[in-house]
């Protein structure tokens, strides 16, 4: 039985940097190769730099490397998206659709396709958030995903391309810091409290949304991955549950550490998009299909982040 050779495209970033080493493990060190626009220096294994929005980069690493699964992970965020609403849609949308050419006209087998909370809008229960439900999104990064997940589902029905997807929640992980996203603030409140400094948050206290601790959302894309082909029902992209806080129960959980912790509050535009997306998500579908089933809550998310962010400043210092 051949090996899978993976393709890991935006491998830079916050999910990308974790998901890619992970996958060494899985599926072997050689086997794994890393892509992004610049070299991580951090990095160890195969790595090219790539832009995924020429078609003809992506063929060729394919080919020269015989890869049979791909998992295209770069994309402009929510908050950086609204910058510029017009490139952002074209970027988001020109890789994706290279990708899934590419995987078409080739021997690649299987893609993974992140999706997002951001896919729904006002349309959509606030409260457990059903998989099937009217897509308005917001954003014009979420535009660019509720396309995606259309996509998605045609090339599978046309086609026969296993394309699985995920969408996740606020993910928050101590290994990189976050790109841009709307739920960033449960990323830099840790590193904040470890440097004992005023937190300055750009939502307001009881904006309470749905996350996932990094370990998780990593073990659920290769689970999911790994599923059989027969068990994926959803061609359009799983809601991933986890755990759903707001900034004041994620302050009160970080003060058990740090007694003088402080946030100060000041919601900017970010609050509007937080505003529109889920509280809490109805993941069922996923349990029921390939069986999800997160592991950290918020106490053992909060244990872990700072104990691990306050090892990396720890050697900071001592460089």
Same mark, same amino acid.
């Given at each position: 039985?051949?090996?899978?050779?993976?393709?890991?495209?935006?491998?830079?970033?916050?999910?990308?940097?974790?998901?890619?080493?992970?996958?060494?493990?899985?599926?072997?060190?050689?086997?794994?190769?890393?892509?992004?626009?610049?070299?991580?220096?951090?990095?160890?294994?195969?790595?090219?730099?790539?832009?995924?929005?020429?078609?003809?980069?992506?063929? &060729?690493? +394919? =080919? @020269?490397?015989?890869? !049979?699964?791909?998992?295209?992970?770069?994309?402009? /965020?929510?908050?950086?998206?609204?910058?510029?609403?017009?490139?952002?849609?074209?970027?988001?949308?020109?890789?994706?659709?290279?990708?899934?050419?590419?995987?078409?006209?080739?021997?690649?087998?299987?893609?993974?396709?992140?999706?997002?909370?951001?896919?729904?809008?006002?349309?959509?229960?606030?409260?457990?958030?059903?998989?099937?439900?009217?897509?308005?999104?917001?954003?014009?990064?979420?535009?660019?995903?509720?396309?995606?997940?259309?996509?998605?589902?045609?090339?599978?029905?046309?086609?026969?391309?296993?394309?699985?997807?995920?969408?996740?929640?606020?993910?928050?992980?101590?290994?990189?810091?976050?790109?841009?996203?709307?739920?960033?603030?449960?990323?830099?409140?840790?590193? &904040?409290? +470890? =440097? @004992?400094?005023?937190? !300055?948050?750009?939502?307001?206290?009881?904006?309470? /949304?749905?996350?996932?601790?990094?370990?998780?959302?990593?073990?659920?894309?290769?689970?999911?991955?790994?599923?059989?082909?027969?068990?994926?029902?959803?061609?359009?992209?799983?809601?991933?549950?986890?755990?759903?806080?707001?900034?004041?129960?994620?302050?009160?959980?970080?003060?058990?550490?740090?007694?003088?912790?402080?946030?100060?509050?000041?919601?900017?535009?970010?609050?509007?998009?937080?505003?529109?997306?889920?509280?809490?998500?109805?993941?069922?579908?996923?349990?029921?299909?390939?069986?999800?089933?997160?592991?950290?809550?918020?106490?053992?998310?909060?244990?872990?982040?700072?104990?691990?962010?306050?090892?990396?400043?720890?050697?900071?210092?001592?460089?």
């Amino acid at each position: 039985m051949n090996e899978d050779i993976i393709l890991v495209i935006g491998s830079n970033g916050q999910l990308g940097s974790v998901l890619t080493r992970e996958l060494q493990k899985v599926h072997g060190y050689d086997n794994v190769i890393a892509s992004d626009l610049y070299v991580d220096p951090c990095f160890s294994g195969i790595f090219e730099i790539l832009d995924a929005t020429h078609i003809a980069d992506i063929q &060729s690493i +394919v =080919k @020269q490397y015989s890869v !049979t699964q791909i998992y295209h992970l770069a994309a402009i /965020l929510s908050a950086k998206g609204e910058e510029k609403p017009l490139s952002t849609w074209n970027l988001n949308i020109k890789m994706m659709l290279n990708v899934f050419e590419v995987a078409r006209l080739s021997i690649v087998n299987k893609v993974f396709f992140p999706s997002s909370i951001a896919v729904f809008g006002d349309k959509a229960p606030l409260e457990h958030t059903p998989q099937s439900v009217y897509l308005n999104p917001a954003t014009v990064y979420g535009i660019s995903k509720a396309a995606g997940e259309n996509w998605a589902q045609y090339y599978h029905a046309n086609y026969g391309l296993d394309i699985r997807s995920i969408r996740y929640p606020g993910v928050i992980g101590h290994q990189s810091m976050p790109g841009g996203g709307t739920t960033d603030y449960a990323v830099d409140i840790y590193h &904040s409290a +470890v =440097k @004992q400094q005023t937190y !300055t948050c750009f939502l307001s206290a009881e904006t309470r /949304l749905p996350m996932i601790f990094m370990n998780d959302a990593i073990r659920a894309t290769i689970e999911l991955m790994q599923a059989p082909k027969e068990n994926i029902k959803t061609r359009t992209a799983y809601n991933l549950g986890a755990m759903s806080f707001d900034p004041s129960e994620i302050t009160a959980e970080i003060k058990h550490f740090y007694p003088d912790f402080q946030v100060d509050y000041q919601p900017d535009s970010r609050q509007l998009i937080a505003n529109k997306w889920p509280k809490s998500i109805d993941d069922s579908e996923a349990r029921n299909d390939w069986g999800w089933k997160p592991e950290y809550n918020l106490r053992m998310m909060t244990t872990e982040m700072l104990e691990k962010l306050k090892e990396k400043y720890n050697n900071i210092k001592l460089k």
